[in-house]
């Protein structure tokens, strides 16, 4: 049966209305909800159809369980995260039988928005690469701790203080998570660049990087603007140019030789991406 939380070893924080709520001019500006940490969700399932009245952030540490919202579906893996703006509706769970390890925190403020868009370094609302740092933890931990004996003003200040600490330092962690995602992506278009005389298929690429299928192609299309396959057809498509300009080969020798066997399919493909026929484009260089 599917469930919301009362998870094993679980820490879940709700703050009273009333402490952000009276919030000053210094917490107004940044300030928790609700946070907590779930060590092993198993057959979770959180369904808001008014959405929050908060900034919702879910940071995955281990398994993986998928988020949802205006028709949209995406995994949600380890070392991922996703921040979701107020007044979304939207739902987020496990597959039946599966679990997730999930940090998370509802936060809100003056300042909010703009450090939900820093941290996500753009406006789509879609999972993005976080390893979660041992800082980031620890100043976690540190917030729930405090507030686990009791949320009194001093303390909910403090908490509100330690969330401008957090925010940087999970800033940081996302750096971290964007240097890895380039890393993927270099790996990505270097086999591609090593197989552009011949061909290589999605599947080939996921397994080489350990992703899978449907996860390369967001990450791939969000750093490059074009599907892994796509990109690799402007490889090829690269390649003829350079061989047009530079040689006499005829098309159908060229289209052998970036690992296209249908000439007929190489020109539409060429005029497609280039805009004109390569016959035209190589008599328009002379």
């Known amino acids: 049966m599917k469930k919301k939380d009362g998870f094993s070893n679980q820490i879940m924080i709700v703050v009273p209305p009333e402490n952000y709520q009276k919030s000053d001019d210094i917490t107004g ?75 998370w925190i509802h936060f809100g403020g003056n300042l909010s928005g703009a450090i939900r868009d820093g941290i996500r370094e753009n406006e789509t609302i879609a999972p993005f690469p976080l390893p979660f740092g041992q800082e980031s933890r620890h100043i976690f931990s540190l917030i729930c701790s405090s507030l686990q004996v009791g949320i009194s ?12 600490h957090l925010m940087g330092s999970i800033r940081t962690d996302r750096k971290a998570g964007s240097e890895l995602s380039r890393g993927t992506i270099n790996e990505c278009i270097s086999m591609m660049e090593d197989r552009i005389n011949g061909s290589l298929t999605l599947e080939e690429l996921s397994h080489r990087i350990s992703m899978t299928p449907q996860y390369l192609c967001r990450l791939f ?25 530079m040689t006499s080969d005829q098309v159908n020798e060229i289209s052998s030789q970036i690992g296209i066997d249908d000439p007929y399919y190489f020109t539409r493909t060429f005029k497609r991406i280039m805009g004109t026929p390569p016959r035209d484009y190589r008599n328009r260089q002379k």
Not at 50 to 69: A, Q, Y
Not at 70 to 75: H, I, K, L, P, W
Not at 156 to 163: E, G, P, T, V, W
Request: aromatic share 12%.
């Open 153 to 164: 003003p001093m303390k909910y200040d403090l908490a509100c203080a330690r969330l401008w």
């Open 29 to 103: 500006q940044l300030y928790l909800t609700d946070i907590g940490i779930f060590p092993k969700a198993e057959d979770h399932l959180v369904s808001r159809l008014n959405g929050c009245e908060s900034e919702v952030m879910i940071i995955c540490t281990g398994g993986n369980g998928w988020f949802e919202f205006e028709g949209r579906r995406f995994e949600l893996k380890k070392d991922e995260a996703i921040i979701l703006p107020a007044g979304i509706p939207h739902e987020y769970g496990t597959a039946e039988g599966e679990w997730w390890e999930i940090f």
């Open 221 to 245: 299309k969000q750093k490059t603007g074009h599907t892994p396959m796509e990109h690799f057809t402007r490889l090829k498509i690269q390649k003829a140019c350079y061989l047009l300009d």
